[in-house]
């Protein structure tokens, strides 16, 4: 299960289906390091199953290319490709056992039979899956189902694996173990592998690098703590979680202007265009003339408290009208009170500034 893979590199890939709508992608560039866990995470409709399909060969580009290791693959059918590829609905064969199912890769391939014997069984075994050899897909679990549809696409050690929504058919408790089961199988194969997902919280549990997609663009690319710190855009900023987002302007360089609040920025550059970004979780709620000193902040009334446990949520409104929030630690939520008048306040490596 170690073949070596060379770098995938996506190299401004088009596709237009047709008609006069927009182009389902845009122009991607994607560069991925061999043994990366890549994710390509957007909102429905982005463009993310038609780049993974056009990687794996199903779908033919309009324009651009894809190379592995340097060589251009962009004509080949996708069993030349030899990418492993698994699907949210699983497609397995429903007429065959789990032993062939697994196998068919490896018939297809021209193996021996005492060669396909092997393999096979290593792999259910290594799936959790030995003593299910004989059964129908129909007559296992869909977390089994899943762990079969893995199985058949690493068997015959493909140098990338390809996985568009595998996790999505599945309930929430099934889908945090299989998380938890890929994450242990990438650092174990040392794989590639190309993971869509529209989930946010699954991109940043899974992945080193995340490419957000809108509208068939890549908008943002990074590792996850980075993107989620620095988003770059206020797409990225909102999609991958909570954000209080302030659009004002620079009065001079080190002093951003929104409403009727002077904010200091920190060093270096900033978009000439930015909105102010904060998450809820850097956010804290003082009286006013309690905000640290060197801290910016924010009036804002509060209009919701709720308890979660070991963390607070405070929802606020600020004096335009819209609503933000603060999670606090609980003991320091216990003061505050719907209706208060406070300051949400943040120091300065908190906020980020991002393009609208
Ligand atoms: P995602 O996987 O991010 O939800 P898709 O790649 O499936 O996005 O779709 C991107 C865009 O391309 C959408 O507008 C979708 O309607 C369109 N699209 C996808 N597949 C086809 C197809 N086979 N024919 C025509 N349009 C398609
Ligand atoms: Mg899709």
Same mark, same amino acid.
């Given at each position: ?18 008609? /006069? ?7 991607? *560039? +994607? ?16 463009? %993310? ?10 779908? !033919?580009? $309009? #324009? ?44 297809? &391939?021209? %193996? #021996?039979?005492?060669?396909? &014997?092997?393999?096979? +069984? ?16 129909? =007559? ?23 996985? *568009?929504? !595998?996790?999505?058919?599945? *309930? ?6 299989? =998380?938890?089961?890929? %994450? ?22 899974? #992945? ?10 890549? /908008? ?33 360089? &080190? ?6 609040? %002077? ?5 270096? /550059? ?8 904060? &998450? !809820? ?21 509060? $209009? *919701? ?24 630690? #609980? ?8 209706? /208060? ?16």
């Amino acid at each position: 299960m170690n073949a070596r893979a060379g770098r995938l590199e996506i190299r401004e890939l088009v596709k237009h289906y047709g008609g /006069d709508g927009p182009a389902a992608v845009a122009g991607i *560039d +994607l560069t991925i390091d061999p043994g990366e866990f890549i994710t390509l995470l957007g909102p429905s409709g982005s463009g %993310k199953t038609t780049t993974l399909n056009m990687i794996a060969g199903f779908v !033919p580009p $309009t #324009s651009g290319s894809i190379l592995l290791g340097g060589t251009d693959l962009t004509g080949l059918q996708p069993h030349k490709r030899g990418f492993g590829m698994v699907f949210q609905n699983y497609a397995l064969f429903p007429h065959m056992s789990v032993f062939d199912n697994v196998a068919y890769p490896l018939r297809q &391939r021209g %193996k #021996s039979k005492a060669e396909i &014997r092997k393999l096979v +069984l290593d792999i259910v075994e290594r799936f959790g899956l030995a003593g299910l050899e004989r059964r129908r897909p129909a =007559q296992l679990s869909g977390g089994q189902q899943q762990r079969v549809a893995l199985a058949r696409a690493l068997v015959f050690s493909p140098p990338v694996l390809l996985l *568009d929504e !595998p996790l999505g058919a599945l *309930d929430r408790k099934l889908r945090a173990q299989l =998380q938890l089961e890929l %994450k242990k199988l990438h650092q174990e194969v040392g794989l590639t592998f190309v993971f869509v997902t529209h989930d946010q919280d699954e991109a940043m549990y899974l #992945s080193d690098r995340i490419a957000v997609f809108d509208e068939g663009r890549i /908008d943002g690319m990074g590792r996850p703590a980075e993107l989620y710190d620095d988003p770059g855009t206020l797409f990225v900023a909102n999609f991958l979680g909570e954000a209080n987002t302030f659009a004002g302007r620079f009065a001079d360089p &080190r002093t951003y202007a929104w409403n009727d609040e %002077k904010w200091r920025t920190g060093e270096g /550059d900033h978009p000439a265009e930015a909105v102010l970004v904060v &998450r !809820p979780e850097r956010t804290r709620v003082f009286a006013p003339g309690e905000v640290p000193p060197g801290w910016n902040s924010v009036g804002a009334i509060v $209009t *919701d408290v709720s308890r979660l446990g070991p963390t607070s949520r405070i929802d606020l409104a600020f004096p335009d009208g819209r609503a933000g929030a603060a999670v606090l630690p #609980s003991t320091d939520a216990v003061q505050v009170r719907v209706g /208060d008048d406070v300051r949400a306040a943040w120091d300065l490596p908190s906020q980020a500034f991002v393009t609208p």
